[in-house]
């Protein structure tokens, strides 16, 4: 892919998944820096595209959901992710068809996947956040 100045320079979108990856894999200590979600009181649902193009939001979704299930986290927590999907997996019926963010300095951030499997996503999401929120209310 271009580099951050060819994308600026071009006024192209860029992803910044692979900058977050590169953080993580080299953080001298990750742990220090990691939520403590086995903390949280309540039960934690987690959604997140394969190909996000902000960040590893699938990978960091399922340790998310690991971390809760290796500390006995008393809820029934849940991710959704989906291989083909970006970072938005929003409101079901929501256009997809916009793939990024803006900035104020005019950086334009990727958002990723592609239109069609982020509205799949978020479809099939939907329902599903739907039920977790009413179970987890009640």
Known sequence: GAS???ARLMKRPWPTRAMYSYAIQRAKNLEA???KV???????????????????AD????QIIGRLKAKGHPHDDLALTYA???HQIVNPY?????????APDGFMELLGGTPSANAQASKDSGPKI????????R
């Open 38 to 56: 086995e903390n949280i009181n309540g039960p934690v649902l987690v959604p997140g595209g394969g190909l996000d193009g902000v960040g590893p």
């Open 59 to 62: 990978e960091m979704a399922l």
């Open 84 to 86: 083909d999907a970006g």
């Open 130 to 137: 739907i039920e977790f929120l009413a179970k987890a209310l």
């Open 33 to 35: 820096a990691t939520i």
């Open 4 to 6: 951050y100045g060819w």
């Open 94 to 102: 929501s256009s997809t068809t916009i793939n990024y963010l803006t």
